[in-house]
């Protein structure tokens, strides 16, 4: 076998960790598994988006945090993205022979949202549609989840579109983005050979 065949075959995989006043994170990531989630954040609105994701994305996953939710769930959102995304960003390595773009629209019954993004090393968030999300979710402002999904991005460096195309319920649509960003990733960071897929020759 070819050492760079043995290359490819290696499962990429990280972890990261954040302590603050405000948040204790521990995460493992494995870009090629299984779709195998066991989430913890105390937030179970959060556990759930993350276990779609992730699960969709067929990424491994294990994701403890202990966060100030006295005060509200706005550090933990925001930190386990930042976590996440700097695991994802590390597990990436140079991104040599990745997709780098991907794409997810899934229905959930009368709400449908999509996602779009590429890992080109340009953060980018774009969040559109989300004056159809109810104001509370999960006893929480709704604005937790922009903070979420920017957080995510900037930590990735990627270019991240998500659009709440229509739908009543907010845990739909919700469910849809999430859903469709493990599409996306799942997309993004598939391996075909080795070469860095810019016209460049090089990414951000």
Known sequence: MENSDIMELTPRQASGQRTSKETSIQVELCL???GRVDVQTGFGLLDHMLTLTFFWARMDLVLRCHGDLEVDAHHTVEDTALVLGEAMRKA???RAGIARV???RVPMDEALAEVTID???RPWLEFRGDELLPPVMGGEEKDVWREWYKALA???RMNLHVSFLYGKNGHHLLESAAKGLGLALAQAVARHGTAV???KGSLD
């Open 197 to 199: 897929r810019s016209t």
């Open 32 to 34: 090629d598994g299984t």
């Open 92 to 94: 990436l390595g140079d």
């Open 154 to 156: 900037s930590a990735v």
């Open 119 to 121: 890992i080109s090393g």
């Open 102 to 104: 991907g794409y997810g």
